[in-house]
């Protein structure tokens, strides 16, 4: 692209801002700046107009699903058929880790991050030797797709190598890049990141399985006869990944989606529920919910509304092939962007300068038609690391991986 190219292209998306520093600049920084710009994905904008505004939800009533008292009924006849399909190879394991983590605020991808007090014990290592437990129990390896992005793939695949894929086979483990949106201040103009580059960031967690299919990763699935997808984010320590009973469980109820969740706390608890839209599975979110709602109780006196998720589903390939196309909504989150000042000195913002544009995975479950709700136990499974201190930060994840016999 030519500069008057990009000029001509700015000006149509009211953006020339993106060229102020390229008078100043070397012809590599030129270059830089020229095809940084041919490669922004404008459909932020259309987020921009309108919000960012999700789906309108319209007849929202609580969905059914397995809580721990029915699922220990039937604990060893889930676990056969979920060993079963492990052991034939048809389930695979993503996990999402193209983040950046700016609440954690520690440079690098989270995954590296060292929870260990008395030996090294990395986020992504911990996550693997809960995933060795199930290949040793079925005696065989689960595949696992990596999703990082621009900001953090060198980091993450050196990472790997040089602790040897955390004793997992390096062929069983495969990397791939999600995309990149732009970032921009409270009025809409994208940022540069540097004078010769816009601020992009990863365009959230929705896109994890197109990008697969960019990546040219179906072919591989296919390949390995592999039928469901347990998709994970990298900051739950005590993340069980492709769990027997979730996957028999999930399998026997012939939906196309398995979702691990826990039961709410308290009725105002801060997370999104799964729900029905009408017949459609949905999540609803906690500020969504009505009083009434949120305090409706079942036949059996438990909450309602009471399955909370956290990003570790079982999705059916064969459905996720059939929606891919489908559009999912831009979510618009307030973040703080690195961008640089008037001088072109980069820098790190304290408080939220601008906004980010996101898809979310949660917006899958409504496409996928069928989910079921997995009840698990809070304090053996969900322990994420989302913040330094305080609630879901690094002291409370260490706190629970104690209590559950991890040595630090
Ligand atoms: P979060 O939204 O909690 O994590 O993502 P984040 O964006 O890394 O952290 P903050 O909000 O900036 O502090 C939950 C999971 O989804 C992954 C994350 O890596 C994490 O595993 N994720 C998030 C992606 O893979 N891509 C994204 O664009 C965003």
Same mark, same amino acid.
């Given at each position: 692209m030519t500069y008057?190219?990009?000029l001509q292209l700015l000006k149509e998306h009211n953006q020339t801002q993106l060229l102020r520093f390229y008078d100043g600049l070397d012809e590599s920084g030129k270059g830089r700046l020229l095809s940084g710009i041919e490669s922004i994905d404008w459909s932020f904008e259309e987020a921009l107009c309108d919000g960012g505004a999700a789906a309108q939800k319209k007849d929202i009533r609580p969905i059914d699903g397995l809580k721990i008292a029915d699922i220990d009924k039937k604990r060893a006849e889930f676990e056969e058929i979920g060993v079963k399909a492990i052991q034939e190879g048809k389930v695979a394991a993503v996990l999402l880790a193209?983040?950046?983590?700016?609440?954690?605020?520690?440079?690098? =991808?989270?995954?590296?991050?060292?929870?260990? /007090? @008395?030996? !090294?014990?990395?986020?992504?290592?911990?996550?693997?030797?809960?995933?060795?437990? $199930?290949v040793k129990k079925c005696g065989k390896t689960v595949p696992v797709y990596v999703m990082t992005s621009d900001k953090n793939h060198e980091e993450t695949t050196s990472f790997w190598a040089k602790h040897d894929y955390f004793?997992? =086979?390096?062929?069983?483990?495969?990397?791939?890049?999600?995309?990149?949106? =732009?970032?921009?201040d409270f009025d809409g103009k994208i940022y540069l990141e540097r004078m010769d580059t816009p601020a992009l960031s990863p365009n959230g967690n929705g896109g994890w399985f197109s990008?697969? $299919?960019?990546?040219?990763?179906?072919?591989?699935?296919?390949?390995?006869?592999?039928?469901?997808l347990n998709i994970y984010a990298v900051d739950n320590v005590l993340q069980r990944i492709a769990d027997p009973v979730f996957v028999g469980a999930?399998?026997?109820?012939? $939906?196309?989606?398995?979702?691990?969740?826990?039961?709410k706390n308290d009725p105002y608890e801060k997370v999104g529920v799964l729900c029905k839209d009408g017949?459609? =599975?949905?999540?609803? /979110? &906690? &500020? /969504?919910? @009505?009083?009434?709602?949120?305090?409706?109780?079942?036949?059996?006196? !438990?909450?309602? &509304?009471?399955?909370?998720?956290i990003l570790n589903y079982l999705f059916k390939l064969e459905k996720l092939e059939e929606i891919v196309d489908k559009k999912i909504p831009i979510h618009i989150v307030k973040k703080?962007?690195?961008?640089?000042?008037?001088?072109?000195?980069?820098?790190?913002p304290d @408080?939220?300068?601008?906004?980010?544009?996101?898809t979310l995975a949660v917006d899958l479950i409504k496409l996928m038609e069928s989910v079921l709700p997995f009840e698990v136990e809070r304090e053996k499974e969900f322990a994420p690391i989302k913040n330094k201190t305080g609630v879901d930060s690094v002291e409370s994840a260490k706190a629970l991986l104690k209590k559950n016999g991890v040595k630090l």
């Open positions: 008057e190219q990009a193209g983040g950046m983590g700016t609440r954690l605020g520690v440079d690098g =991808p989270k995954g590296c991050y060292n929870i260990g /007090e @008395t030996r !090294d014990l990395y986020i992504f290592e911990q996550q693997m030797d809960n995933l060795k437990e $199930v004793g997992y =086979p390096e062929s069983e483990i495969k990397f791939f890049k999600q995309d990149m949106a =732009p970032a921009v990008s697969m $299919v960019r990546a040219g990763l179906t072919a591989d699935l296919h390949a390995r006869g592999i039928e469901w999930t399998i026997e109820a012939q $939906v196309n989606c398995g979702a691990k969740v826990v039961c017949e459609m =599975p949905d999540i609803v /979110e &906690y &500020y /969504e919910l @009505t009083d009434e709602m949120a305090n409706q109780k079942d036949a059996s006196g !438990d909450l309602a &509304y009471c399955y909370g998720v703080k962007i690195e961008r640089v000042d008037e001088n072109g000195i980069p820098s790190k @408080t939220e300068n601008g906004k980010k544009f996101e």
